[in-house]
């Protein structure tokens, strides 16, 4: 229950301060960060902030570095273009914050009947 209040506040300031758009790919998008940063893939635990599609869905949307930041992501350099993947603060955190963007995704994008 601590985790839903936290995730829920977290997520608060994406799925608000950004329009229904935004709020879409800036989920989608986050959900693919984190499942491929758990997967134990290492490559897969660096995201460059200076990438298009990163900096247009992620950079530019309220809230969404947040996310990464509490889930686990931190600046690689200080200053630097890269945010690095420094290992969950807890599995069932990320796992929360997956499950709340994918619910958002779905209420946006609900599945073809």
């Known amino acids: 229950a601590e985790t839903d209040a936290i995730v829920s506040v977290l997520l608060a300031d994406l799925f608000e301060g950004n329009p229904p758009a935004a709020v879409l790919s800036a989920s989608r998008i986050l959900t693919k960060l984190l499942r491929n940063a ?3 893939n290492p490559k897969h635990g660096t995201i460059r ?17 947040d996310v990464l930041g509490a889930a686990g992501f ?15 603060t807890s599995s069932a955190l990320i796992n929360a914050i997956c499950a709340g963007l994918e619910t ?10």
């Open 38 to 40: 758990t997967s134990g």
């Open 49 to 65: 902030l200076t990438n298009p599609k990163i900096r247009q869905h992620v950079v530019n949307a309220r809230g969404a570095l």
């Open 74 to 88: 931190g600046e690689a350099k200080e200053g630097g273009e890269y945010l690095s993947f420094r290992g969950p």
């Open 104 to 113: 958002k995704i779905a209420e946006l994008d609900p599945p073809a009947a």
